[in-house]
């Protein structure tokens, strides 16, 4: 069953499988000029402080490429600041309450661009792609890439929600 108050905005303007398939080149192609960056299951695992393998990589390449990143995480603060100093010494905006679009909106200002030209990254269609679609900003989507362990029933409650949306939307192969 899909919960209907999501139903209106959740749906990603591009899918990828993983962080790491994302080129400069895609990038360009789909009108970013900056890059926000969810934590858990984009970046680094669910709760973890350990970063999902080539992120660190693909945040350099991307930023050699010219374009300037920030994390937007609805993770608490020492954790953000840990994952973003991993990350290369990132700015990171910690408890952004994604789907509120408003630390979308200032993580955009900071990194001197228009909200339609800040590209997010995320995992969640709930927090990460609603908010950013909200927001006017460019929704990717990645797939998870663990299963969470903290908080097991709700994330398994909310993945079957998210599975349900997709393939109502005829997306079942972005699963």
């Known amino acids: 069953m899909i919960d209907r108050s999501f139903d209106n905005n959740c749906t990603p303007q591009f899918f990828f499988d993983k962080l790491t398939d994302i080129t400069p080149e895609d990038l360009k192609n789909i009108g970013a000029r900056a890059v926000a960056l969810d934590i858990d299951n984009t970046t680094a695992y669910d709760s973890v402080l350990t970063l999902i393998p080539g992120a660190k990589e693909w945040v350099a390449a991307t930023a050699k490429a010219g374009f300037p990143l920030i994390i937007i995480s609805n993770t608490y603060h020492l954790r953000a600041k840990i994952i973003a100093k991993k990350l290369g010494g990132l700015p990171y905006i910690a408890n952004s309450k994604k789907p509120n679009t408003k630390n979308i909106v200032r993580g955009a200002e900071m990194l001197g661009v228009k909200v339609q030209e800040l590209c997010l990254i995320g ?53």
């Open 123 to 175: 995992d969640q269609l709930f927090t990460d792609m609603r908010g950013a679609n909200d927001a006017g900003a460019i929704s990717v989507r990645v797939r998870p890439q663990r299963t969470e362990y903290l908080f097991f029933i709700r994330y398994k409650i909310l993945r079957k929600q998210e599975h349900d949306y997709l393939k109502l939307k005829g997306y079942g192969d972005k699963i």
